[in-house]
């Protein structure tokens, strides 16, 4: 995840950089009849390169935030996997009566 970042972050300066290269067209910073508005040598095109590695980068983080501090067994009750225990030959069926009494005391 940080490696995927940190690409993302160069490219977006590298996005950025070749955007704004275009605007000097020697009649001073974004002068000229045209203005160019950031499409200089990168074009429309890479504003829609930036968006869409913006929109990965938001994927991304909501990805990381769902899967952040969720366990498997999330929502079960203890003896509910006690019973998952038992079913799978984990414990046997005294242990399985022992504990589930202890659950419920």
Partial sequence: MKTFFNLCVFMMAGLLVSCGAGCYDGQG????PMMHYGFGYGGMFMWVIFLIVVGVLIYFIVQAQKTKGQTPAQ???PLDILKKRYAKGEISKEDFDRMKHDLEA
């Fill in 29 to 32: 910073p974004g002068g000229g």
């Fill in 75 to 77: 929502g079960e009750s």
